[in-house]
């Protein structure tokens, strides 16, 4: 299948409206980054506590920021989380407030105290059972004995109200409720909860509007180990190309490459700081699935590239390298287009918690695309005109490359 029947688009000649392009687009990026003093990077590498709440309605983020700042937990960050149905928050505390173990988990119950004050504690003497565990359900369960197990044995009340407890929880934290119960009576659809098991959890346990679904503590060691484990793995991967292309091709051909993947990831950092997003693990998984995908797209031109410089030892080194890229255009459309629609519904339907990660893709599948005929071949060009010794013979320079040796080799035989 083809979008264009040879297509004869004069890319090289139209290099410097690339170029003129890309540098706004890097600059505003960088540009960005200092204005706000470095990147903005997610609790996975500031280190901090994250947690995940679910309120009966849709909360006040005004109030609860106040109640955060009164509490003592200043700089909080609050953000949306998932459909606007299911209201919930994320609650994030950076390593001003949360700059050690101790403090770190005192954070969490911190973010629970102040919502507690802001939509009540429910009665004295009673807890949050929406916001209790296994334990503390089946410990109460066992001081109260409702099923009256107690003349059977310790051992077989403890194990009866653990398991009970424990399948109370699961419901609990399942669909619908999603880890919030607005009425104790339904919990008499989990096998084993009584009318008096009921009775029991009313006059110990009350039920309140929200419920912490999910925590996460990341120390600030931990932090800093990630961000630089993030930074060597982009350069390994990128050095790691570099080699397999010189040994595969040339090493022209390699530097171009990754000068154009750079250039790819530069601009993908950059807006994420226009956008004031954040980076997290699940970003730096994109960013290296981009690069992979970017020198991918690069190789196919550069390929055929090479292929042209077999047949057409004397031709032009521009015309044949707009020749090579019009020749791929319509595999780079297709394959770049339906990558763009999968990433783009991911993106669009993929939720919150992989929101950043198809972003990042959305992003470096169009800058990918368009580095592998704006930048990377127009270094190969460069390189040739500037550095191989001039135009004639097409990509031959002063000294012949190997591939061009290999392939005369050929011609002789």
């Known amino acids: 299948m083809e979008f264009f029947h040879e297509p004869n688009i004069d890319w090289m000649g139209k290099k410097w409206y690339f170029i003129a392009l890309s540098i706004p687009l890097f600059l505003a990026g960088m540009i960005s980054i200092a204005a706000h003093g470095g990147l903005k990077y997610g609790i996975d590498f500031r280190g901090g506590t994250v947690v995940t709440v679910k309120f009966s309605k849709a909360p006040d983020l005004d109030a609860i920021r106040r109640h955060l700042d009164q509490g003592g937990l200043h700089g909080a960050t609050l953000q949306g989380y998932g459909p606007a149905s299911d209201h919930e928050i994320l609650v994030g505390l950076d390593l001003k407030t949360t700059s050690s173990s101790k403090a770190l988990d005192a954070g969490k119950h911190a973010i629970i105290d102040s919502l507690n004050a802001l939509y009540g504690a429910g009665p004295s003497g009673k807890l949050d059972f929406n916001n209790a565990d296994a334990k ?37 934290n399942q669909p619908p409720h999603g880890g919030l119960i607005a009425d104790f009576q339904d919990l008499s659809a989990v096998p084993g909860v009584t009318p008096a098991v009921l009775s029991a ?11 912490v679904i999910n925590a996460e503590i990341v120390g600030p060691k931990v932090g800093s180990d990630l961000r630089r484990q993030a930074l060597y793995v982009t350069l390994a991967g990128l050095g790691a190309m570099l080699v397999y292309i010189w040994y595969r091709f040339e090493l022209v051909y390699g530097v171009a490459a990754v000068i154009a993947t750079f250039h790819d990831v530069l601009i993908t950092i950059g807006f994420f700081s226009l956008l004031n997003k954040e980076i997290t693990l699940t970003v730096i998984a994109a960013l290296l699935t981009l690069v992979g995908y970017s020198m991918n797209d690069t190789i196919v031109v550069f390929d055929r590239i090479r292929e042209n410089v077999r047949v057409s030892k004397r031709e032009n080194i521009l015309t044949l390298v707009n020749r090579s890229i019009n020749q791929t255009l319509s595999r780079t459309i297709l394959t770049s287009g339906l990558t763009f629609l999968a990433v783009l519904s991911l993106f669009l339907f993929g939720g919150e918690v992989i929101h950043g990660f198809a972003f990042a893709l959305v992003v470096g599948v169009i800058i990918g695309t368009y580095s592998s005929i704006a930048i990377a071949s127009p270094v190969l060009v460069y390189w040739q005109q500037r550095l191989g010794g001039g135009v004639g013979g097409g990509m031959v320079a002063k000294s012949k490359p190997k591939v061009l040796e290999r392939a005369a080799t050929g011609a002789r035989r």
């Open 136 to 172: 503390t359900i089946a410990d109460h369960l066992i001081t109260a004995d409702p099923l009256h197990l107690a003349p059977k044995g310790t051992e077989e009340a403890t194990k009866t109200y653990q398991d009970l407890a424990g399948a109370m929880v699961n419901f609990r």
């Open 201 to 211: 959890l009313k006059n110990d346990f009350y039920l309140s509007s929200f419920a």
